[in-house]
């Protein structure tokens, strides 16, 4: 998938297309759907089938009160986006100036002069445009003006609720990874370098690939198992994300046990798919009742994942 950053990066003389427009955050069963549905336009079509997302997300730009921390980083947004047979991705930086870009402006200058959509694809709650003004009815009032079709993607249920970014942030922030994952369509994932930490798993007997995320996670604290993969290999994982209280550090920390896996992975890009969550965080009285325990969280998470790895 040829991924474009910018508008000015775009050709001007690009091929028409079949626009899937939105956030994209996560990339959940509801965002896949609207995917879909481009690339399956865009082949009847014969034309190519392209996202057009944003970064940041406009919430953060908006909104910066709230936080928001997203579910993917831009590079796993892109990935999963790429998995679900797109031929290109246009990301727009979120600025300020160009959330005051006027809804019908946004439509004949971006999706239709720039992309050339021959169609496009949102979401039902899909809003665009100052203030948010443009959504899916004001999208469909203009697609005739300017010679577009507009599809509207309407809500999708999973176990009664409408699947959403919202709905798998709640579900996330309590631990309930099993429940993300049946509204996202795909594991949650976490993704960055292996740094060198003080060593404290491997006192234990049980080393492990530290990372520092650069983001706030939206997970809960606690032990997890997990699916850890790498440039040329995978293997099952205890996780446990948080502060270490038991030393008393206070330092933000996602620490991996890789499972029958014992070579240095330091420097390497670890992915890490959160299956289930085993425990919450714990402060244990002293050192010797965590190496218990954590042998038990081994155990358990070797059920979880049928134990093994793959190198």
Same mark, same amino acid.
């Given at each position: 998938?040829?991924?474009?950053?910018?508008?000015?990066?775009?050709?001007?003389?690009?091929?028409?297309?079949?626009?899937?427009?939105?956030?994209?955050?996560?990339?959940?069963?509801?965002?896949?759907?609207?995917? @879909?549905?481009?690339?399956?336009?865009?082949?009847?079509?014969?034309?190519?089938?392209?996202?057009?997302?944003?970064?940041?997300?406009?919430?953060?730009? #908006?909104?910066?009160?709230?936080? #928001?921390?997203?579910?993917?980083?831009?590079?796993?947004?892109?990935?999963?986006?790429?998995?679900?047979?797109?031929?290109?991705?246009?990301?727009?930086?979120?600025?300020?100036?160009?959330?005051?870009?006027?809804?019908?402006?946004?439509?004949?200058?971006?999706?239709?002069?720039?992309?050339?959509?021959?169609?496009?694809?949102?979401?039902?709650?899909?809003?665009?445009?100052?203030?948010? *003004? =443009?959504?899916?009815? #004001?999208?469909? =009032?203009?697609?005739?003006?300017?010679?577009?079709?507009?599809?509207?993607?309407?809500?999708?249920?999973?176990?009664?609720?409408?699947?959403?970014?919202?709905?798998?942030?709640?579900?996330?922030?309590? =631990?309930?990874?099993?429940?993300?994952?049946?509204?996202?369509?795909?594991?949650?994932?976490?993704?960055?370098?292996?740094?060198?930490?003080?060593?404290?798993?491997?006192?234990?007997?049980?080393?492990?690939? &530290?990372?520092?995320?650069?983001?706030?996670?939206?997970?809960?604290?606690?032990?997890? @198992?997990? *699916?850890?993969?790498?440039?040329?290999?995978?293997? =099952?994982?205890?996780? &446990?994300?948080?502060? *270490?209280?038991?030393?008393?550090?206070?330092?933000?920390?996602?620490?991996?046990?890789? #499972?029958?896996?014992?070579?240095?992975?330091?420097?390497?890009?670890?992915?890490?798919?959160?299956?289930?969550?085993?425990?919450?965080?714990? &402060?244990?009285?002293?050192?010797? @009742?965590?190496?218990?325990?954590?042998?038990?969280?081994?155990?358990?998470?070797?059920?979880?994942?049928?134990?093994?790895?793959? *190198?």
């Amino acid at each position: 998938m040829e991924i474009v950053r910018g508008l000015e990066s775009y050709p001007p003389d690009g091929p028409p297309s079949v626009v899937a427009l939105g956030a994209f955050d996560g990339i959940h069963r509801a965002h896949q759907k609207i995917l @879909a549905t481009a690339v399956e336009r865009a082949r009847t079509l014969g034309v190519i089938a392209l996202a057009c997302t944003f970064d940041p997300h406009p919430l953060v730009v #908006l909104q910066p009160d709230r936080a #928001l921390s997203p579910i993917t980083e831009l590079s796993e947004s892109l990935d999963l986006i790429a998995g679900q047979g797109l031929d290109a991705a246009v990301v727009i930086p979120f600025t300020l100036e160009f959330s005051r870009v006027e809804p019908e402006a946004f439509v004949s200058d971006v999706l239709c002069r720039r992309l050339k959509a021959r169609e496009v694809v949102v979401g039902f709650n899909h809003t665009f445009g100052r203030a948010a *003004r =443009g959504d899916a009815r #004001l999208l469909a =009032g203009l697609a005739p003006k300017y010679g577009f079709v507009g599809h509207v993607i309407p809500p999708l249920l999973v176990e009664g609720v409408v699947v959403s970014s919202s709905a798998i942030r709640e579900a996330l922030a309590a =631990g309930d990874v099993g429940r993300a994952t049946r509204f996202l369509g795909h594991a949650y994932t976490v993704r960055g370098r292996v740094l060198r930490g003080k060593g404290r798993g491997r006192q234990l007997g049980f080393p492990t690939a &530290n990372l520092k995320p650069e983001r706030k996670l939206i997970l809960a604290p606690g032990v997890y @198992a997990a *699916r850890a993969s790498w440039d040329g290999g995978s293997a =099952g994982a205890v996780v &446990n994300v948080g502060v *270490r209280p038991t030393f008393g550090e206070g330092e933000y920390w996602v620490e991996a046990y890789l #499972l029958e896996f014992s070579d240095d992975l330091y420097d390497t890009m670890l992915t890490l798919a959160f299956l289930e969550r085993i425990r919450p965080e714990q &402060n244990f009285p002293d050192v010797e @009742a965590l190496k218990t325990q954590v042998a038990r969280d081994v155990a358990t998470a070797s059920r979880v994942l049928g134990g093994g790895c793959s *190198r």
